[in-house]
């Protein structure tokens, strides 16, 4: 689902057909093709419905197909609204589609939005258990979400792509994704067969997208990506890989904020130093490393005003990163080359922890620790026999 299909109608929107379809035919418990026969409830089952109602029991498949419905009906309502816009926009004298008529007739009524926040909050809990998770595979949920990230329009003032759904609701369909993929690998491997990885990786690089979203977005690329060799292996592959990391390590304000930054760091340090990190791996993201590894940089510099509790996670994570590549003989001539830089902050900085007293000395104990073992294993460092070649 590109950018580029802005007509808020047609193949972009085929996913939300399909929502209605599997809603109407499943239940997310099986899959479709092992779904029984419906039949009418008995007087029995509408006993034991009465029952669990009145005991105030829920069943947490059904209610995230209820979830799923009125979240049907919002996107009916966010495609309605980007179709007319696009046809408002567009050429007179030209013949309109039967779907673009049916969407100018009985317009939806408009979500509550702060309903629709709550509901897809409550969705979020639900698929935390790996039981439900799956239960929303089956529901074909993931495909859903994607589809509501990645719709976009052309307003009729502009040329440029916006999203169709606002970006409260975007986020929240970003955490949902993050959620479920989370040390899960069948969910990891339907994103992956649904292209999710291109997709996020598409939107975070637009210029459009805020910052909110694009940390959302990095926050579920993590958690696809992850402790999965498959995901692993096609984020590596993707061209715009390197340049995700780069944009959200960069300390332009306009490009990416402090909880960007964080996500980043630590996405960047588990796929770097997983069992399936390898020096190519390490060279192709070598710039990355670089701003890590850059003494004045806010990731192991001190000298800034704003040195709170999240600062002092980045310089210990900087840190950690740094040390299990040389412990993994990666990046290794990249970091020797600034073997000096290192060694002479790493020996102010000590300097500086060893003297600091009570809450401050608390607060920087770790990063005082990481500061002493990476300065040995810096000394220790053998160079590289010979560079690394890229594939």
């Not at 590109?2 to 599997?22: D, I």
């Not at 179709?83 to 039967?98: A, E, K, R, V």
């Not at 510099?301 to 299990?324: C, G």
Request: charged fraction near 20%; glycine fraction near 6%.
């Amino acid at each position: 689902m590109s950018a580029g299909s802005s007509s808020g109608g047609g193949e972009q929107w085929a996913w939300l057909g399909l929502l209605k379809w599997t809603l109407a035919h499943q239940d997310g418990t099986r899959p479709s093709s092992e779904s029984p026969a419906i039949t009418m409830m008995s007087d029995e089952d509408k006993a034991f419905l009465e029952t669990v109602m009145a005991e105030g029991i829920i069943d947490e498949g059904e209610r995230m197909k209820f979830i799923l419905q009125e979240f049907s009906k919002a996107m009916d309502y966010y495609k309605h609204t980007a179709s007319s816009s696009s046809i408002t926009g567009s050429t007179t004298g030209t013949s309109t589609s039967q779907e673009e008529k049916e969407d100018q007739q009985e317009p939806p009524a408009p979500p509550n939005e702060d309903d629709l926040e709550e509901l897809l909050q409550e969705l979020r809990d639900i698929v935390e258990q790996v039981d439900y998770a799956r239960g929303f595979v089956n529901l074909k949920g993931c495909h859903y979400l994607l589809g509501a990230i990645s719709a976009m329009t052309t307003t009729t003032t502009t040329t440029t792509s916006v999203p169709v759904v606002p970006t409260e609701l975007r986020n929240m369909c970003l955490g949902i994704l993050a959620t479920l993929a989370q040390n899960n690998p069948p969910v990891q491997k339907e994103l992956l067969e649904l292209g999710a990885i291109k997709t996020l990786s598409e939107q975070f690089l637009l210029e459009t997208t805020p910052l909110s979203t694009k940390t959302k977005i990095m926050q579920a690329l993590s958690a696809m990506v992850r402790c999965y060799d498959f995901t692993e292996a096609v984020f590596e592959a993707l061209p715009q890989a390197p340049l995700l990391m780069v944009q959200g390590l960069s300390s332009d304000p306009s490009v990416a904020n402090s909880s960007l930054r964080a996500k980043t760091l630590f996405f960047l340090r588990a796929f770097l130093a997983s069992d399936n990190g390898t020096p190519v791996r390490a060279n192709k993201f070598q710039h990355a490393i670089a701003m890590i590894a850059d003494t004045d940089s806010q990731y192991l510099n001190s000298n800034s005003n704003n040195d709170d509790f999240v600062a002092i996670q980045l310089r210990e994570s900087a840190l950690a990163l740094l040390q299990q590549l040389l412990e993994r003989r990666l990046a290794v001539t990249l970091l020797l080359q600034r073997k000096q830089h290192l060694a002479s902050l790493g020996i102010q900085r000590i300097q500086q922890l060893r003297a600091a007293k009570g809450e401050e000395a608390e607060l920087t104990s770790v990063e005082l620790q990481l500061w002493e073992a990476f300065l040995i294993r810096l000394a220790r460092t053998e160079p590289e026999k010979e560079e690394i070649v890229g594939e």
